[in-house]
């Protein structure tokens, strides 16, 4: 693709340097010596990483970030796709009624549900695991609620037509109605994981066994511990910031050329 | 092979007034049954029962003589070839037409060689590997009654299959599936409400609507001897013309029935002739390639004349008569519409009809 308009293209390099500055100087930031940097000499040094997998565990983060942010990816998708189906094609006493339930939890903040599900996890006695980490996240209105509306917009002769074929509901849903809404799905995926990735209350209110620490939950660590002179190691901090930014750039840049390719998909019809 | 039976069947949306009033068919083994009808009589609706795709409720559905009001689609043995082909975007042709068989289970090797046999059959083995989105309508239109070809159904459900292509393509596909038709041997209920297609393709026509079924009975029998106005109306182009018998002159008929009568059995006339004729005047003349129609203004109303090639014309404003052999002519009830029977064989006859008619 050329750009047709230079001012354009203009536009958006400087929107992507001010978009990448800051993350570049902190990725450039994780590979200087705590004094290199405060004195301003230029160093290299990969003693950051080692001291925040070391000495601060966050390798093990990482892999608990990568199990409760996928689990939920996975196990939200399923539920919030399954729950969009149902709400799509079929009415059923009470459809509507709980159709409405689900979009009123979009307007309910986090914080108003934290304490009673703090309550609800602690008396299953499930503090302290993965599952008490995951488990409150499946449930996503908002994919729920996004979902139906883009399955609404399949045609329905689309489903009779593989009824017809010999499909049962649930051969319908995944042979026909997943490969056409993939575009949507992905998107609500990204989603998904992005913010499961971030959360920081839910892990730091579920979980006291640093063993069950997730990337965020460490991270801030980082800054209540004293490096010796009381200030914050700030290049120890970028170390384990680019650790934690990474995956999800990465699983970005995946997704994203899958979501192109859908979205062309899509189009043709 | 399957032969389908409907016994009053009735259907009411949920939210809104009854669709379907008490329809009752009778379809054979291997027969090809067109249902036309006016938009909105309910014909989509009918085909959606047979299929299974909406709950039949009221009356019975026999297929094979054994009740069917509440066997699910795949149980039915029933292929249905939709208005806008439906056909799957994610899949290639050669996935699409398969799709049922895999579903079925199958094996892949054979289903594959099940599905190119079926596309060269309708000239699609170059178009295996496209997705339908870089089909034209004619491909996507093949490749729609490939999906149903493949899994060699005993009954075909079509829904204004060839709505969608252009005229030269529809005509095309008219006889292709005719002939598929003549090869499977299979029953097809065929959606439509072009009544050329009906006509020309059907075994039988069921004329219905308003969710009443008018008349079901072989092309001839619905074009000669329609049971009412409506359908005599409804099939034939250009369109029977209608007049009421007093409007008929040098017709000493009695009054008060409705005559009908086809375009083609109007002769053309400059001056009075002697049997039964319309006095009119030429509003406009139409050539359609091998004759031309006369739409003229008579005393009855707007009236269509066909007349072959050749003949002299006449020019716009001209005053003409236009002459109806009077075995030719179909009287109906002027209030229920009801077509009034009478024998086809002469003048007199018929002038004794009318006045029984108007009896
Ligand atoms: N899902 C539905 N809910 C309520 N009413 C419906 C529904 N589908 C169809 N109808 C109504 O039923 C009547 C018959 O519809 P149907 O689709 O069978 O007509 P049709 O004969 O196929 O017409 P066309 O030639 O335009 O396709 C129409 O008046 C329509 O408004
Ligand atoms: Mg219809």
Redesign the interface.
Known sequence: MKPENPLLALLALTAGVLFLSPVLYSIWMSFQTADAYYTGKLDFTLSNYEMAIGQYNFARYLLNSVIVSGLVTIVGLAVATMAAFAFARYRFPGGNLMFGAVVATLMIPSHITLIPNYLTLANAGLLDTYAGLILPAISNGFAAFFLRQYIRGIPRALDEAAYMDGATPLQVLWRVIVPIAKPAILSMGLYIFITEWNNYIWPLVAVGREDLYTLQIGLARLYRIDPGEGVINWPLVMAASTITILPVLLGFIFVERHLVRGIMMGAVK | MSAITLKDIRKSYDDGPQVLHGVSMDIGDGEFIVIVGPSGCGKSTLLRLL?G?DPCKEGELLIDGRRANDL???DRD???I?Q?Y?????MTVLENIA??LE??KVPKIERIARARDVAETLQLTPYLDR????LSGGQRQRVAMG?AMA?NSSTFLMDEPLSNLDNSLRVAMRTEIKDLHRQLGATIVYVTHDQTEALSLADRVAVMKDGHLQQFDTPDVIYDQPANRFVAGFLGAPAMNFVSAEQLGGWDAPLDVEIGFRPEALTLHHARPAQPAIEARVALTEMTGSAFILHCDSPGGRMCAVVPRGEALPVEGDQIWLALEPSQALCFDPVTGVRLDMPQTSPDQCRAVLARGAA
Request: proline residues 16%; glycine residues 8%.
């Open positions: 299929a795709l699910p689609p795949q029933i292929a249905m939709f806008n439906a056909l799957y975007p994610h799709f049922g579903l079925r997705k339908p989105g870089a999906r899994r």
